[in-house]
């Protein structure tokens, strides 16, 4: 397993000592999704670390799960503020898979990680929702183009979860939480594991005839 970091690479070692501590084998590249000409040598970075470390030339799985939220309303909004959220979610995701379709082999699977908030409204969470729509509509449209390569490309749609997303507010909060908690029809916010356990399910060989899908792993929020 190849994971990336934009520059908490501590942190990033904490996860690759806990992969191969459950008896895995991970390593750890920096990768900026705001940075696109920094791909081309990400990308033979990863060439060089597969081919050494697992004698691989190919790719399997890629999970587009980095990108950031920037909330506010309308009148509050900057072209700053557009820019930096469509560049990295959008712009960053679409040359991401650009690059990397070559490595991926015949049969690979593309996860995007989108949102909730593309099925239900919020305030303040137009820009961001925006972004991840366009992301869900590019996974559709390149599960045509890369079909014929048997790549299976989706989006899984999280609902509230207690990540460190967004400062960490939907985990640490209680408040929010509990705001959210009554506004799903499982009665909690999600825990990362249950988003990755739904990565692992649609990446599996039990979804090889699921493309172009989108999957919402919210616990039913606002229904």
């Not at 070559?102 to 593309?118: A, E, K, W």
């Not at 507010?169 to 990362?192: C, I, N």
């Amino acid at each position: 397993m190849v994971l990336t970091h934009r520059g908490g690479s501590d942190e990033a070692d904490r996860v690759v000592a806990a992969i191969q501590d459950a008896g895995g084998d991970a390593l750890a590249l920096r990768l900026d999704l705001a940075e696109v000409e920094s791909f081309p040598a990400f990308v033979t970075a990863l060439r060089q670390q597969i081919d050494m470390r697992w004698n691989a030339t190919t790719i399997d799985v890629l999970v587009n799960n980095a990108g950031i939220g920037l909330f506010g309303r309308l009148e509050d909004a900057t072209v700053a503020d557009f820019d930096t959220l469509i560049g990295t979610n959008l712009r960053g995701t679409f040359f991401l898979i650009q690059a990397l379709v070559p490595l991926i082999g015949q049969g690979g699977r593309i996860i995007n990680v989108s949102t909730s908030l593309t099925r239900h409204v919020s305030p303040a969470t137009s820009l961001y929702a925006a972004s991840k729509t366009a992301v869900e509509a590019l996974t559709r449209s390149l599960a045509v183009e890369l079909g014929p390569r048997g790549i299976r490309i989706n989006s899984i749609a999280p609902g509230p979860t207690a990540t460190d997303f967004n400062g960490g507010a939907m985990r640490d909060d209680p408040e929010l939480r509990s705001t959210l908690a009554a506004h799903t029809a499982l009665g909690r916010v999600g825990q990362p594991d249950e988003i990755a356990d739904a990565i692992t399910a649609l990446a599996s060989v039990g979804m090889r005839w699921v493309t172009a899908e989108r999957i919402e792993v919210s616990g039913g929020s606002l229904l």
